[in-house]
């Protein structure tokens, strides 16, 4: 436990900030396995829907700074490539 008080509050801000990314973190992974569910069904208008809301939260990751730039732009481009490929 820390004794001082901007250790302490360190603590507790780190807590805040952990809490706050694994959030955006979960969010972007499920969104992100929303899609691949709805091409594995091959359904052409859930994909599509599913995928503006996988790149919303892809970009707003990204903007938090909890995904970095490479993966951002390798997911939306695989999950576009996905829904793409559905006939």
Same mark, same amino acid.
């Given at each position: 436990?820390?004794?001082?008080?901007?250790?302490? %509050? $360190?603590?507790?801000?780190?807590? +805040? *900030?952990?809490?706050?990314?694994?959030? =955006?973190?979960?969010?972007?992974?499920?969104?992100? @396995?929303?899609?691949? *569910?709805? #091409?594995?069904?091959?359904?052409?208008?859930? $994909?599509?829907?599913?995928? %503006? #809301?996988?790149? %919303?939260?892809?970009?707003?990751?990204?903007?938090?700074?909890?995904?970095?730039?490479? =993966?951002?732009? *390798?997911? +939306?481009? *695989?999950?576009?490539? @996905? #829904?793409?490929?559905?006939?």
């Amino acid at each position: 436990m820390p004794n001082m008080k901007n250790a302490k %509050k $360190a603590v507790i801000t780190t807590a +805040k *900030r952990k809490e706050s990314n694994n959030n =955006f973190k979960a969010s972007m992974k499920t969104a992100i @396995k929303n899609v691949e *569910r709805a #091409v594995l069904s091959k359904d052409k208008e859930k $994909a599509n829907e599913a995928l %503006k #809301v996988a790149i %919303k939260r892809i970009d707003k990751a990204a903007a938090k700074g909890v995904a970095q730039k490479n =993966f951002v732009a *390798r997911n +939306k481009s *695989r999950l576009t490539k @996905k #829904v793409n490929e559905i006939q």
